[in-house]
Every structure is written in structure tokens, then in C-alpha cells.
């Protein structure tokens, strides 16, 4: 069975880096460094569902990405989560955030439109983080 990306991930996302097992995508919204992680599992909504060694490689591949997003953009706080309540693929938000950003210190979501970026935007913050994954 070949994997397939929620249709909304895919719509609201860019992808920046495809691992055998992960999806590193990218929310088109220049408020905030906002990227998700995917496993790469059908079926899957729910962290308890993967497998021990995938839970373990998604949980510290979010901590490496938060500190990727810590030291690329100058984020003050970072927000982690796996809500699913809109999209039910299981995929974790990891965002930047600034004390000085339109939602805080409130959460991100609902609380403005996404601001979308232009395509140098767009692949100047993906690069950013891809060489971060692919030096360290």
C-alpha cells in the first residue's frame, strides 16, 4: 500500500524533506516558522499507534526540529503538537513562536488567516531547514 498525504496537509503545506519513514512539510504562512512532521504510515491518527521504535524516532525528530527552528529563526518558544482534530493523519506541528508573533501568547490556531508566502519566501525557509537536517 503505497502512502498518500491527507489532501488538506497537502494543500496547506510544502514539502522540505522526504526521509524513508518521515515528511517534513512546511505551513505556506510567513506569521510564524510553522512545519509538520508526517509519518509516513496509512491508517495512523493516533501517536500510541506507531510502532515503539517509530514513536521514539518521530518524538526526537521533533526535538531536533525544534532546535532547528530555535536556531534558524530566532524563536523565542516553541510549540509542539499532534491535535488532529481537523486532519486526522497523524502529523506534529512544530512551531516557532515570538513573543511579539499575532497570536501570542495564545495558540496559532483560528487565530488569523494565513499569510501566504511568495515562492523566494517560500524556498529560502524550507532551505533553511533542509541544510540544517542535512549538516547536522
Same mark, same amino acid.
Given at each position: 500500500?503505497?502512502?498518500?498525504?491527507?489532501? %488538506?496537509?497537502?494543500?496547506?503545506?510544502? #514539502?522540505?524533506? +522526504?526521509?524513508?519513514?518521515?515528511? #517534513? #512539510?512546511?505551513?505556506?504562512?510567513? =506569521?510564524?516558522?510553522?512545519?509538520?512532521? !508526517?509519518?509516513?504510515?496509512? &491508517?495512523?491518527? @493516533?501517536?500510541? @499507534? $506507531?510502532?515503539? +521504535?517509530?514513536?521514539?524516532?518521530?518524538? $526526537?525528530?521533533?526535538?531536533?526540529? &525544534?532546535?532547528?527552528?530555535?536556531?534558524?529563526?530566532?524563536? =523565542?518558544?516553541?510549540?509542539?503538537?499532534? $491535535?488532529?482534530?481537523? !486532519?486526522? %493523519? #497523524?502529523?506534529?506541528?512544530?512551531? &516557532?513562536? %515570538? =513573543?511579539?508573533?499575532?497570536?501570542?501568547?495564545?495558540?496559532?490556531? &483560528?487565530?488569523?488567516?494565513?499569510?501566504?508566502?511568495? +515562492?523566494? +519566501?517560500?524556498?529560502?525557509?524550507?532551505?533553511? $531547514?533542509? =541544510?540544517?537536517?542535512?549538516?547536522?
Amino acid at each position: 500500500m503505497t502512502f498518500m498525504l491527507h489532501p %488538506q496537509l497537502a494543500a496547506d503545506t510544502v #514539502l522540505v524533506n +522526504e526521509e524513508e519513514d518521515l515528511l #517534513l #512539510l512546511m505551513m505556506n504562512d510567513r =506569521q510564524y516558522p510553522w512545519f509538520i512532521v !508526517v509519518p509516513k504510515q496509512d &491508517g495512523i491518527t @493516533e501517536w500510541h @499507534e $506507531l510502532s515503539e +521504535e517509530i514513536q521514539i524516532r518521530l518524538h $526526537l525528530y521533533c526535538v531536533r526540529l &525544534g532546535k532547528a527552528i530555535a536556531r534558524s529563526f530566532g524563536s =523565542q518558544k516553541i510549540n509542539t503538537a499532534a $491535535l488532529g482534530n481537523m !486532519v486526522s %493523519q #497523524l502529523h506534529v506541528h512544530v512551531i &516557532g513562536r %515570538q =513573543q511579539d508573533d499575532p497570536a501570542w501568547p495564545k495558540p496559532v490556531w &483560528g487565530h488569523s488567516q494565513p499569510i501566504p508566502m511568495e +515562492e523566494k +519566501e517560500l524556498n529560502t525557509r524550507a532551505s533553511t $531547514l533542509k =541544510q540544517y537536517f542535512s549538516c547536522n
